[in-house]
């Protein structure tokens, strides 16, 4: 009787650390995550449909690093296995064009790009090669839905990425089970936009006299000396009579007729677009295109609404703020806004700045199609090489002519000149990225060099004021905007902050509870003597947005692969064999035993 108490008691023991071992294999309370994704965009322009044309995904995961690194080949037959009715997993720092396009190629069921939250740390190369691969998945029909979804270093996605890099090569490790509920998304029409003004009045004609005998001669002289030139003027690529009706029967309004009244100062215009179209209309993008414009254009604004409170620092010009939407839509806001205002608003126009990705490089750029053919002209584009020079701004002036058989125009600046208006953008580009590549949601603060954005703001606030006051060409006394009047590198520092941290799509912005707008336009109105909303619509025949929620969720469900399964099944076999010798005793064991145990048949005994 003791001797079988002790085999029992024994096989007890066995079976407690064999269900131990089996059970440190099983999923635990912390089995599913949810994360927050962000469907690639899915929009059609000229008539072709491109971006992610899906939503929904119920899928297991694979990783498509780990299988490049295991050698396998894609797109190939071995492909098909690999990733066929599976959500593809990808650490975008690991991803390069090739292989997305491989794994798109494969026709897998879903894509997950995971993201990193941190790109202080990341290379220009890496970053560049990155929005290559974020123009690659929005110039592209996919049929398969694309997510992202971003690593912030505490689980979530990045766990995701790690461990089915490890199950690939362990084939009892952990798999996920994918789930995202996305509906059929439905286009957006008609997509509405706004545009965002202030108008900051200069001095009578009385004051400005006391101004330093500022003058607004750069409009009035180009408009007597361009009457005496050829129509085909050497501004424009092509015959551009068209344009120059456009906007001819424009409508008036109250707003415009304020505006009107101070028509006998020349005005200077600041433009800047403050949306954005990047991989996914819901993430935060475009923090130096256009965030960084936008920011200088609120300093600039302030800086002058301070410079003007004194009756004897009132320049002889007007200052209009516009902060357009619609600008990777060719710049939208900005021809709505010179098609709709009242003309006499725009003919005291007498140059527009534009300000565009403004830290993006140590160069500063200004793009323009006038030739510096006039007096006024040359006067005008020296006031801002004599500032940057005194001010050691690495300036440059690039003069390009529009090409107006292009369905786009290259810089916001360019519908300004379509209507005879000296106009130039102010950017850290040599080269334009016009229209929905021009923003990217790997443009973020951290890749924003902050110095840089406060010596350019610097710079042009400074060549403004010597036009204002008309000393560019006189002796070179103190700058305007120095001590307690100078540039303020932390306001615009939180406002990029603010910018960034909200998406800026015109999808997007179309939430109620998204605060940029309304939040734009106070700043704005503190800063001007008059304001307003200007509310259009974007064309749908260039560009049909299709609508996406804001973010979507992602259910990751740890998974055992079927070989665990079958471990397991092997290891219970093998332990009620171990529990049956103990309990039967080793000397009585034969194969006839343990068939007759498994079968439920009781052993013969000679």
Same mark, same amino acid.
């Given at each position: 009787?003791?001797?079988?108490?002790?085999?029992?008691?024994?096989?007890?023991?066995?079976?407690?650390?064999?269900?131990?071992?089996?059970?440190?294999?099983?999923?635990?309370?912390?089995?599913?995550?949810?994360?927050?994704?962000?469907?690639?965009?899915?929009?059609?322009?000229?008539?072709?449909?491109?971006? *992610?044309?899906?939503?929904?995904?119920?899928?297991?995961?694979?990783?498509?690093?780990?299988?490049?690194?295991?050698?396998?080949?894609?797109?190939?037959?071995?492909?098909?296995?690999?990733?066929?009715? +599976?959500?593809?997993?990808?650490?975008?720092?690991?991803?390069?064009?090739?292989?997305?396009?491989?794994?798109?190629?494969?026709?897998?069921?879903?894509?997950?790009?995971?993201?990193?939250?941190?790109?202080?740390?990341?290379?220009?190369?890496?970053?560049?090669?990155?929005?290559?691969?974020?123009?690659?998945?929005?110039?592209?029909?996919?049929?398969?839905?694309?997510?992202?979804?971003?690593?912030?270093?505490?689980?979530?996605?990045?766990?995701?990425?790690?461990?089915?890099?490890?199950?690939?090569?362990?084939?009892?490790?952990?798999?996920?089970?994918?789930?995202?509920?996305?509906?059929?998304?439905?286009? &957006?029409?008609?997509?509405?936009?706004?545009?965002?003004?202030?108008?900051?009045?200069?001095?009578?004609?009385?004051?400005?006299?006391?101004?330093?005998?500022?003058?607004?001669?750069?409009?009035?002289?180009?408009?007597?000396?361009?009457?005496?030139?050829?129509?085909?003027?050497?501004?424009?690529?092509?015959?551009?009579?068209?344009?120059?009706?456009?906007?001819?029967?424009?409508?008036?309004?109250?707003?415009?007729?304020?505006?009107?009244?101070?028509?006998?100062?020349?005005?200077?215009?600041?433009?800047?677009?403050?949306?954005?179209?990047?991989?996914?209309?819901?993430?935060?993008?475009?923090?130096?295109?256009?965030?960084?414009?936008?920011?200088?254009?609120?300093?600039?604004?302030?800086?002058?609404?301070?410079?003007?409170?004194? !009756?004897?620092?009132?320049?002889?010009?007007?200052?209009?703020?516009?902060?357009?939407?619609?600008?990777?839509?060719?710049?939208?806001?900005?021809?709505?806004?010179?098609?709709? !205002?009242?003309?006499?608003?725009?003919?005291?126009?007498?140059?527009?700045?534009?300000?565009?990705?403004?830290?993006?490089?140590?160069?500063?750029?200004?793009?323009?199609?006038?030739?510096?053919?006039?007096?006024?002209?040359?006067?005008?584009?020296?006031?801002?090489?004599?500032?940057?020079?005194?001010?050691?701004?690495?300036?440059?002036?690039?003069?390009?002519?529009?090409?107006?058989?292009?369905?786009?125009?290259?810089?916001?600046?360019?519908?300004?000149?379509?209507? +005879?208006?000296?106009?130039?953008?102010?950017?850290?580009? +040599?080269?334009?990225?016009?229209?929905?590549?021009?923003?990217? &949601?790997?443009?973020?603060?951290?890749?924003?060099?902050?110095?840089?954005?406060?010596?350019?703001?610097?710079?042009?606030?400074?060549?403004?004021?010597?036009?204002?006051?008309?000393?560019?060409?006189?002796?070179?006394?103190?700058?305007?905007?120095?001590?307690?009047?100078? !540039?303020?590198?932390?306001?615009?520092?939180?406002?990029?902050?603010?910018?960034?941290?909200?998406?800026?799509?015109?999808?997007?912005?179309?939430?109620?509870?998204?605060?940029?707008?309304?939040?734009?336009?106070?700043?704005?109105?503190?800063?001007?003597?008059?304001?307003?909303?200007?509310?259009?619509?974007?064309?749908?025949?260039?560009? !049909?947005?299709?609508?996406?929620?804001?973010?979507?969720?992602?259910?990751?469900?740890?998974?055992?692969?079927?070989?665990?399964?079958?471990?397991?099944?092997?290891?219970?076999?093998?332990?009620?064999?171990?529990?049956?010798?103990?309990?039967?005793?080793?000397?009585?064991? *034969?194969?006839?035993?343990?068939?007759?145990?498994?079968?439920?048949?009781?052993?013969? +005994?000679?």
């Amino acid at each position: 009787m003791a001797a079988l108490a002790a085999r029992v008691g024994a096989a007890a023991a066995v079976a407690a650390v064999v269900a131990a071992v089996a059970m440190c294999g099983l999923p635990t309370a912390h089995a599913e995550a949810t994360v927050p994704v962000y469907r690639l965009a899915q929009y059609d322009a000229g008539g072709e449909e491109l971006g *992610s044309r899906a939503a929904a995904v119920d899928l297991l995961a694979t990783s498509a690093r780990a299988a490049a690194d295991g050698g396998i080949e894609l797109p190939g037959s071995t492909a098909a296995s690999l990733v066929g009715r +599976r959500v593809v997993v990808l650490r975008v720092a690991d991803a390069s064009a090739a292989l997305v396009q491989d794994v798109l190629d494969a026709k897998p069921g879903a894509l997950l790009l995971v993201v990193p939250g941190e790109l202080s740390s990341v290379s220009a190369p890496d970053l560049a090669r990155w929005r290559a691969l974020e123009v690659q998945l929005l110039t592209q029909r996919v049929a398969t839905p694309v997510y992202f979804a971003v690593d912030d270093g505490e689980g979530g996605a990045g766990d995701v990425a790690d461990t089915l890099a490890r199950a690939f090569h362990d084939n009892v490790a952990d798999n996920f089970q994918i789930a995202v509920a996305g509906s059929t998304p439905a286009a &957006i029409k008609p997509l509405h936009a706004r545009n965002l003004q202030a108008w900051l009045s200069g001095a009578a004609a009385e004051a400005g006299a006391a101004a330093d005998g500022a003058e607004g001669a750069v409009g009035s002289e180009v408009e007597e000396e361009e009457e005496e030139e050829d129509e085909d003027d050497d501004e424009f690529a092509d015959d551009d009579d068209e344009e120059e009706e456009e906007g001819a029967d424009d409508e008036e309004d109250d707003e415009d007729d304020e505006e009107a009244d101070d028509s006998a100062l020349p005005t200077i215009a600041i433009v800047a677009h403050y949306d954005t179209f990047g991989a996914s209309p819901h993430m935060p993008a475009g923090a130096d295109s256009n965030g960084s414009g936008v920011a200088a254009l609120l300093e600039i604004a302030r800086l002058f609404s301070r410079l003007y409170s004194g !009756v004897r620092m009132q320049g002889a010009y007007n200052m209009l703020f516009l902060l357009t939407a619609g600008g990777p839509h060719n710049f939208a806001g900005t021809r709505h806004w010179v098609e709709d !205002v009242d003309s006499r608003v725009l003919d005291t126009v007498d140059f527009a700045v534009c300000l565009d990705a403004l830290a993006g490089g140590e160069q500063l750029y200004m793009h323009t199609s006038k030739k510096e053919k006039t007096d006024a002209i040359k006067e005008l584009f020296g006031a801002f090489r004599s500032m940057a020079a005194r001010l050691d701004v690495p300036f440059e002036i690039v003069h390009k002519k529009i090409n107006v058989t292009s369905d786009q125009l290259a810089w916001e600046h360019e519908h300004l000149a379509l209507q +005879r208006v000296v106009a130039m953008t102010f950017s850290s580009k +040599r080269e334009a990225t016009p229209g929905l590549a021009s923003t990217s &949601i790997f443009d973020t603060v951290a890749t924003v060099d902050a110095a840089v954005l406060e010596r350019n703001v610097r710079f042009i606030a400074e060549a403004l004021a010597s036009i204002v006051y008309n000393t560019a060409e006189g002796a070179q006394g103190a700058l305007v905007f120095s001590g307690s009047l100078g !540039v303020d590198g932390n306001y615009m520092s939180a406002w990029l902050n603010a910018l960034s941290a909200h998406p800026r799509s015109a999808a997007a912005l179309r939430d109620p509870l998204n605060p940029v707008e309304d939040a734009l336009f106070r700043e704005l109105k503190g800063y001007g003597t008059d304001s307003h909303k200007q509310d259009f619509e974007i064309a749908g025949d260039e560009v !049909v947005v299709y609508e996406t929620a804001a973010p979507l969720t992602m259910t990751a469900s740890r998974v055992k692969p079927v070989l665990f399964d079958l471990y397991l099944t092997l290891g219970v076999v093998a332990y009620l064999s171990v529990l049956f010798v103990l309990i039967t005793g080793p000397s009585k064991f *034969s194969l006839a035993d343990v068939k007759a145990f498994f079968s439920a048949q009781k052993p013969k +005994r000679a």
